[in-house]
């Protein structure tokens, strides 16, 4: 949910202010390769079939196990597979959460963060919840990114989720950059982009502190 709606006539100058904001170098250049366009619209017909079976290409490279219906029939992971039937920039969140979960919640409900915004049984997913406060928030915010850094690899409406998960909230203002910088930062450091901030197919293997 957008925090601060941002009228279509602002979009221009408030991704400029953000990119202004970054340092220079490979973190403004991945931002600008995000917003490229400034097309906020997500795909629809046809392109939304294609961008949904790049989401089901990408999670069966993986190794994930998917199973129809949608999260709202119970929970999005139910430790073993993903509910298929949502939109595809929710599967490579979803992919992303996979990805950064340390190994034992790999095989929790919903990752054992608690219920997410797609869940439909809220109980069952909170009573799975392991992780909490800040390091979920944490966790949250790089499973954000990556999610739409796998949307950017396969040219799918990456802008519109930095608006829906307020990436652009304060943009301009050094915290607004600083947040973005350093969870990009731990997503390089974890090995889960390359040196162009490109997603690898990583999996996190430490435990949770």
């Given at each position: 949910?957008i925090?601060?709606?941002?009228?279509?006539?602002?979009?221009?100058i408030t991704l400029a202010q953000?990119a202004?904001?970054l340092?220079?170098?490979l973190?403004?250049?991945l931002?600008?390769r995000?917003?490229?366009?400034a097309?906020t619209?997500r795909?629809?017909?046809e392109?939304?079939?294609k961008?949904?079976e790049n989401?089901i290409d990408l999670?069966t490279?993986?190794?994930?196990?998917?199973?129809p219906?949608t999260?709202?029939?119970?929970?999005?992971?139910?430790g073993a597979a993903?509910r298929?039937?949502?939109e595809?920039?929710i599967l490579?969140?979803?992919?992303a959460h996979?990805?950064?979960?340390?190994p034992v919640?790999?095989?929790q409900?919903d990752f054992?963060?608690?219920?997410g915004?797609?869940?439909?049984?809220?109980?069952?997913a909170?009573?799975?919840?392991?992780?909490?406060?800040?390091?979920?928030?944490r966790?949250?915010?790089?499973a954000?990114?990556?999610?739409?850094?796998?949307?950017?690899?396969?040219?799918?409406?990456?802008?519109a989720?930095l608006l829906?998960?307020?990436?652009?909230e304060?943009?301009g203002r050094?915290g607004a950059?600083?947040?973005?910088?350093d969870?990009?930062?731990?997503?390089?450091?974890?090995?889960?982009v390359?040196?162009a901030?490109?997603?690898q197919?990583?999996l996190?293997?430490?435990?949770d502190a």
């Amino acid at each position: 949910m957008i925090l601060t709606p941002l009228a279509e006539d602002r979009l221009p100058i408030t991704l400029a202010q953000f990119a202004e904001s970054l340092p220079s170098g490979l973190v403004r250049t991945l931002f600008e390769r995000l917003t490229e366009g400034a097309k906020t619209a997500r795909a629809s017909t046809e392109r939304a079939v294609k961008n949904h079976e790049n989401s089901i290409d990408l999670i069966t490279k993986f190794g994930i196990g998917i199973k129809p219906g949608t999260p709202q029939l119970d929970v999005s992971w139910d430790g073993a597979a993903l509910r298929c039937d949502t939109e595809a920039y929710i599967l490579l969140h979803e992919v992303a959460h996979y990805q950064l979960a340390a190994p034992v919640r790999r095989h929790q409900v919903d990752f054992g963060l608690g219920p997410g915004p797609e869940t439909g049984d809220r109980a069952r997913a909170s009573q799975a919840q392991t992780l909490f406060g800040l390091a979920r928030e944490r966790e949250e915010a790089m499973a954000s990114l990556l999610g739409i850094l796998w949307e950017a690899e396969f040219g799918h409406p990456a802008l519109a989720s930095l608006l829906d998960q307020n990436w652009l909230e304060g943009a301009g203002r050094p915290g607004a950059a600083t947040h973005f910088v350093d969870i990009f930062t731990a997503l390089a450091a974890g090995g889960f982009v390359d040196g162009a901030g490109r997603p690898q197919m990583r999996l996190r293997d430490d435990a949770d502190a």
